[in-house]
């Protein structure tokens, strides 16, 4: 079965500085790879995915991640972090019959604060 | 388009109430999962509908909950009857061909 793990249940950076979550993925095959985020009461909106090809995604709201099949992860990075990002960020895993991908396994999540 | 629409967005309700929770797709979207999200336990499936048929509901946590999709345009999600370790956000998102789950708002539910 496959699992995700986000080790770092809060992060604090100071607004302008650089960001990276980490998360790390157990999946026996070519896994489909996803970061959401959720602000407080709403639901969760998804910021990048991977499915194949270059290991380096772009995403929303100046967000990118990069796939290391070697280490087993997908590390979703921004360059200078906005105020606006605090919110919980969750790392997710896909599969399911025949590899649609149906089934998302959810880390635990990463709530992170800007300070000003 | 107006994305995945869950109603009521709270809930507050007596132990061994029966609880509905509603939920409207995305026009075309031929997958439908239900999450719930606690603190202890955060993000878990509970099940989820491909053009309408139940293909998963190993994540259904007892008989208590059940859930139907009548149509494209429509799911529920039952709890009969409640209890307070139900209490949780109970969120439907939505999928087509893309692989993408779009979420609805939630809805939070209180069990007293």
């Known amino acids: 079965a496959q699992s995700v793990t986000q080790p770092d249940i809060h992060i604090t950076v100071s607004e302008g500085a650089s960001l990276e979550l980490r998360c790390n993925y157990s999946y026996g095959a070519t896994p489909y790879l996803f970061w959401y985020v959720q602000s407080p009461g709403q639901g969760l909106q998804l910021l990048l995915k991977?499915?194949?090809?270059?290991?380096l995604v772009q995403g929303i709201k100046g967000f990118e991640a990069e796939f290391k099949r070697s280490q087993s992860s997908f590390n979703l990075r921004k360059p200078s972090v906005h105020w606006s990002d605090a919110a919980e960020y969750f790392c997710?895993?896909?599969?399911?019959?025949?590899?649609?991908?149906?089934?998302?396994?959810f880390g635990t999540g990463t709530r992170l604060q800007v300070t000003l | 388009d107006a994305g995945v629409i869950q109603s009521p967005r709270h809930e507050v309700t007596e132990m061994g109430q029966e609880v509905t929770l509603r939920c409207k797709p995305i026009?075309?979207?031929?997958?439908l999962f239900w999450y719930r999200q606690t603190m202890m336990r955060g993000l878990e499936l509970l099940i989820y509908f491909n053009n309408n048929v139940p293909i998963d509901d190993s994540g259904m946590p007892e008989d208590r909950f059940s859930a139907k999709m009548p149509n494209a345009s429509f799911s529920t999600l039952k709890i009969q009857p409640s209890e307070p370790r139900d209490s949780a956000v109970y969120f439907c998102a939505t999928r087509g061909q893309n692989y993408e789950q779009y979420f609805g708002p939630g809805t939070r539910l209180t069990v007293t």
């Open positions: 026009s075309g979207h031929d997958y």
């Open positions: 991977y499915f194949s090809g270059d290991t």
């Open positions: 997710a895993v896909g599969a399911g019959p025949t590899g649609t991908a149906s089934k998302l396994t």
